[in-house]
């Protein structure tokens, strides 16, 4: 089946993961044909495609000319876009594999919102057979909608379809807007919400700190994200595994990181402080990835030090940042 793949028709193209995607796709040897709504991919060599995956002709008519579909295009936390992209969208690429039978495989992009992650309680480390309990919001609801076309279009249809459910996906500086008081507010919580006044009066974009996230008791708080880059590694893999049709597989970081351990790497590449705030909300997470290790082959390069790395790296080349969704996420 993986020698059988040359063309790949990606939906949600322009986004966050979907320009390196395309990148990747390429340097691998795949033509790409990319669907993208507002801004361009902007990656040589792509085939770029204006549209939206609602219109069921122009869906249609690129499925039937490839042999991989990954869709990446999402409504975000957007209520209008829920059922014309995150339910119609979905609908039209799975009717559309099955009609014309061209695709081999068609991945879908997930997330572990459908798991409730940071908002409910989770005794044991995620994993891909636990029920889809999202938080509330749009898009944890979207992410639910799609996953289970993704998995009854497997099952009555035997669509090839494949889930990769995903960590929060950080790219560029996010890690550092997420962890910084000065940073753009990246994620949740939001410090600005947990400080006193006395703490917004002192820090700020004057004088900068790195969160260091505790529960009420004292511990640090603990989470899961991932690195784009371990993202695009996965979908590779997805597109050239065998026998993984009807699977879901989690995509995470190797390792929970801790927002202490965070914090105080974080400020010493940074050369500011460490603020301790406590979150009385927040739930610690763990992911486990041993389906996908195992199955796929998929081997994290990306921890939090790593990570943190890259995006100081990317601060001080003064690289310009790609244009953001609305969705801090």
């Keep these: 089946m993986p020698d059988s793949?040359?063309?790949?028709?990606?939906?949600?193209?322009?986004?966050?993961l979907g320009v390196p995607l395309c990148a990747a796709l390429l340097q691998a040897g795949y033509a790409v044909v990319a669907l993208r709504h507002r801004d361009p991919v902007g990656v040589p060599g792509v085939d770029e495609v204006v549209g939206d995956v609602s219109d069921a002709a122009l869906v249609e008519e690129l499925v039937s000319r490839s042999d991989a579909v990954l869709h990446l295009a999402t409504c975000k936390e957007d209520r209008e876009a829920l059922i014309p992209v995150s339910v119609q969208g979905t609908f039209n690429l799975l009717e559309a594999a099955k009609r014309t039978a061209a695709p081999k495989r068609v991945v879908l992009a997930s997330g572990d919102a459908v798991n409730g992650i940071y908002f409910t309680p989770q005794p044991v480390p995620i994993h891909e057979g636990l029920p889809l309990t999202a938080y509330p919001g749009y898009y944890p609801l979207s992410?639910?909608?799609?996953?289970?076309?993704?998995?009854?279009?497997?099952?009555?249809?035997?669509?090839?379809?494949?889930?990769?459910?995903?960590?929060?996906?950080?790219?560029?500086?996010?890690?550092?807007?997420?962890?910084?008081?000065?940073?753009?507010?990246?994620?949740?919580?939001?410090?600005?919400?947990?400080?006193?006044?006395?703490?917004?009066?002192?820090?700020?974009?004057?004088?900068?700190?790195?969160?260091?996230?505790?529960?009420?008791?004292?511990?640090?708080?603990?989470?899961?994200?991932?690195?784009?880059?371990?993202?695009?590694?996965?979908?590779?893999?997805?597109?050239?595994?065998?026998?993984?049709?009807?699977?879901?597989f989690m995509i995470a970081m190797a390792d929970a990181f801790d927002y202490e351990d965070a914090a105080r790497y974080a400020s010493e590449r940074l050369g500011i402080g460490v603020l301790d705030l406590v979150d009385p909300a927040g739930r610690d997470f763990c992911i486990d990835t041993t389906k996908a290790r195992y199955i796929l082959g998929y081997q994290p390069r990306y921890d939090i030090r790593a990570l943190i790395d890259q995006a100081v790296d990317f601060q001080r080349a003064g690289r310009p940042r790609r244009r953001r969704s609305a969705y801090q996420g």
């Excluded at 793949?5 to 966050?16: D, E, L």
């Excluded at 996010?174 to 910084?180: A, E, R, S």
């Excluded at 969160?211 to 640090?220: E, S």
Aim: proline share 3%; with cysteine; glycine share 6%.
């Design 5 to 16: 793949i040359h063309r790949v028709f990606v939906t949600g193209a322009s986004g966050k």
């Design 143 to 248: 992410k639910v909608l799609e996953e289970t076309l993704f998995q009854q279009y497997y099952h009555q249809e035997r669509v090839p379809a494949v889930c990769l459910r995903m960590s929060w996906i950080h790219a560029d500086d996010d890690i550092l807007n997420h962890l910084t008081v000065a940073g753009e507010a990246f994620g949740v919580p939001a410090w600005n919400d947990l400080m006193s006044v006395e703490q917004r009066a002192a820090w700020g974009e004057e004088r900068d700190a790195a969160v260091a996230l505790r529960h009420p008791d004292g511990r640090p708080m603990r989470r899961h994200i991932v690195a784009v880059e371990d993202c695009v590694q996965a979908f590779l893999l997805a597109l050239h595994t065998e026998g993984i049709e009807g699977q879901t």
